[in-house]
């Protein structure tokens, strides 16, 4: 069987090893889910079943959670994942021009990955950085008072 | 010459600004020049248009220098910054500072101050007084004193944390257990992620403290997935106070069994409200619950459990620290002791102050945040979060307390305050109220789920001026049903920026 699933997807035993250790845990549900995204850097459906039976739980309920929290990818992400604010703060300091500038820059919709698999944008509504709005995470690293040079100056000094 | 002591924060407003960058040259630059210097990453001191800010610890007290830059580094060595000479940026002792020096510091009377994960720097501080006060009292005597503080939940809600607290220690139970919401998610807000990342160990020891009160033994935090940084100080924490033996099996060899830990949520705002984050903590769905019954009485896995704000729990130390009574001192009528206000959006000297409650907005806004960040006139700001009200610049006046809020139809909600320019277009921004409603909204209930799509687009007609007037009566109306027929507070209240919009800023709806 495991020669058919496609090779950006993580094994049945490779999933099996992220459950393991927290399946004994009270409502494990979202802790199971985010050990997934950590380790594959998404949620792959074929996990579903997987995590159903390992906990018990009907496969609807698992999907029904999956795909409740916007957190939970479904596709892999991209090698940098960039996150701009689109809250009232950052609103207020002309981020709505920001974030249509970068994902110009991008040639990205948001909630999308570049083809090359570089980069993911996506919206998310406040980090706790609106002392500094705009702000933007790129990789989990913070950046505030975001400017489009600032931004890019950023994203071409991230780790790869 | 033994090391010299250098603060410079882990705060990720201060990193946002290149907090991490600047410590790392002040090392290297130490290496260099041969001197012994001690980097403690502390927490923000909430001015955080000084980030990134590095104060250094001279025998005549502290000296702060800001904001610093990486190309600053050499500079302020060749200077003597660290024996506190002059500098372009020196700003002398940051708690003399007009923003600092005028605060009323009680429950971030720690942050910015400490090496957030060390237990002894915690105690060195006055940590940890409160809870062996509350361990030689009796839970009930514990509530009494929440009680008799005044303290209302910072969440938002506003609902007495005492009485809560009573609610859940006369249940008989096989377990209980104290949740701390920390899925702050409020734009505009940061109190709860400053806390966390500047002195977790006064929200650790004020969830032990409600442990001991009401007989609970395991705590969960709840935490915002979009907070990696207050994810990783929390638990760096935990782990210290664990070691220190604060919590554990035998919290201080009392007997008593208090557990923590922190659970993340996954970017969902409805779980911020207190059903639906239980129903988050026990993996599933965040959809809100039908009360009764309470929480305190029916909560996590169906037992009386605690539901309290980051700030609401890390107010209880000093409570029991420096006695009820004197925390009731601060504020004024029905609101007691002290808020962490947060200043931001369209603002000059956005950061953190804590003060008792009763000043007014216009204070904040010019005294504090020394009005727009991009010089023009202020036209608007937005309190509470995506739920709170439009307050126009005539009302600037009002007093930051929640029964004058409250009267001029607006709520203070967590505290944050975004503030606009008269750029702003007050359309777009009751618009956006309806479109975030839209996107965030559990689905359980008709007119919050359907109330907003309907909204968004009963707001695109007016724009497009089709049958305008009759539009805005519809509007209205759809803000009606939504108020008074959500579940919760989501649906329940996006109107409230709607309809003030509408009502302080009509001209913006009437533009063709």
Known sequence: MENQIPADLPPLSAILAVIAPLKERPGPLLEVLHALQQAFGFVPESAVPVVANELNLSRAEVHGVLTFYHHFRHHPAGRHVVQVCRAESCQAMQGEALAQQIAKRLKLDYGSTSPDGQITLESVYCLGLCSLSPAVMIDGQPLGRVTVESFEQALAGAPA | ?512
């Open chain 2, 1 to 512: 010459m033994s090391a010299v002591t250098v603060y410079v924060s882990r705060d990720a407003a201060a990193l946002a600004l290149g907090a991490e960058a600047v410590a790392r040259a002040i090392t290297t630059e130490a290496a260099h020049r041969k001197l012994a210097v001690r980097i403690i990453r502390n927490g923000s001191r909430g001015l955080h248009w000084l980030e990134p800010l590095v104060e250094v610890q001279t025998p005549a007290g502290r000296v702060a220098y800001g904001p610093v830059k990486t190309a600053d580094v050499p500079g302020l060595f060749e200077a003597g910054f660290l024996t506190g000479q002059p500098h372009a940026l020196a700003r002398g002792n940051i708690e003399e500072h007009p923003y600092f020096r005028t605060q009323q510091r009680l429950t971030f009377a720690r942050v910015g101050l400490i090496d957030p994960i060390s237990v002894e720097d915690y105690v060195a501080h006055g940590g940890y007084e409160g809870l062996r006060n509350a361990l030689a009292m009796s839970g009930e005597a514990i509530v009494q004193a929440v009680t008799d503080s005044g303290l209302r939940g910072r969440g938002g809600a506003a609902f007495p944390t005492g009485i809560k607290w009573q609610t859940v220690q006369q249940q008989v139970a096989p377990q209980k257990y104290i949740t701390c919401n920390a899925d702050e998610g409020d734009s505009g807000t940061f109190a709860d992620r400053m806390l966390m990342e500047g002195d977790p160990l006064t929200l650790i020891e004020g969830m032990t403290i409600a442990a001991v009160a009401v007989g609970a033994t395991q705590g969960y935090i709840y935490l915002r997935a979009e907070y990696p940084h207050a994810h990783a100080t929390l638990n760096e924490a935990i782990v210290a106070a664990r070691k220190a033996g604060y919590i554990g099996d035998s919290v201080l060899g009392s007997g008593r069994k208090f557990e923590l830990e922190v659970r993340l949520g996954a970017g969902a705002y409805i779980c911020g409200e207190e059903t639906s984050m239980l129903e988050s903590l026990e993996g599933r769905r965040g959809e809100v619950r039908v009360r009764p019954p309470l929480p305190a009485i029916k909560g996590l896995f169906g037992m009386p459990t605690v539901v309290n704000n980051v700030i609401s729990l890390a107010s209880v130390p000093v409570i029991l620290q420096q006695g009820a009574a004197h925390y009731r001192e601060f504020g004024q009528g029905k609101s007691r002791g002290t808020l962490p206000i947060q200043l931001a959006g369209n603002i000059r000297h956005g950061g953190l102050i804590e003060r008792a409650f009763g000043l007014t907005l216009r204070e904040l806004l010019y005294d504090y945040g020394g009005g727009s960040a991009s010089g023009r006139p202020l036209r608007a700001v937005q309190i509470g979060g995506p739920l709170g009200a439009y307050i126009p610049a005539s009302q600037f006046d009002v007093q930051i307390d929640y029964e004058a809020l409250s009267g001029i139809g607006a709520l203070l909600g967590h505290g944050g305050i975004v503030a606009f320019d008269d750029s702003v277009d007050m359309l777009q921004m009751a618009r956006y109220a309806m479109e975030f409603c839209a996107l965030e909204s559990c689905g359980k209930c008709t007119p919050c789920r359907i109330g907003s799509t309907r909204g968004m687009e009963v707001i695109d007609r007016i724009r497009a001026n089709e049958h305008r007037s009759e539009n805005l009566d519809l509007l209205n109306d759809l803000c009606e049903t939504m108020l008074h027929g959500s579940l919760c507070g989501l649906g329940g209240m996006t109107p409230f920026p709607v309809q003030s919009a509408l009502k302080h800023f009509p001209e913006d709806f009437v533009r063709s």
